[in-house]
């Protein structure tokens, strides 16, 4: 369980990390362009997403082969599960909003999300890592 907590928490931190920096300074103008986007989001909302997510991956890395081919395989399969989310993101959502350049929304969704995965696979590996004499 102790695990599971530690990779719930990394997904947090490379979530807000990633995603704070993309949405409130790298690309702040590109949000706020966009008419949907409300001025003050539910944090609440969004942490307790991060918290779903980050239990299901830690669950789902635990009892899949991806564990067996650490660390490289904990980044395999957030980069599944960055795909599968990011379809819906960077996707979806400009096929539904008034995204006034959905090249660059397509853009600036894929690379943060590569990033922000790439970070979730490192956290996850090592919430799971073997320690020495510890179970796994």
């Given amino acids: ?27 702040a103008p590109h949000y706020a362009a966009i008419g949907i986007m409300r001025t003050q989001p539910s944090f609440a909302l969004g942490f307790a997403s991060m918290l779903i997510q980050g239990l299901i991956l ?47 929304w397509i853009a600036i969704e894929s690379c943060t999300g590569l990033v922000q995965f790439t970070l979730i696979g490192i956290f996850l590996w090592l919430a799971h890592r073997p320690s020495a004499g510890a179970p796994v």
């Fill in 1 to 27: 369980m102790k695990r599971h907590v530690w990779s719930i928490l990394g997904y947090v931190i490379a979530t807000f990390a990633v995603q704070g920096t993309a949405h409130f300074a790298l690309f």
């Fill in 58 to 104: 830690s669950v789902v890395y635990v009892r899949s082969r991806y564990a067996a081919e650490a660390p490289l395989g904990a980044v395999k399969l957030a980069w599944l599960f960055g795909l599968f989310l990011l379809s819906y993101i960077a996707l979806a959502e400009a096929g539904k909003y008034a995204i006034a350049d959905v090249p660059a």
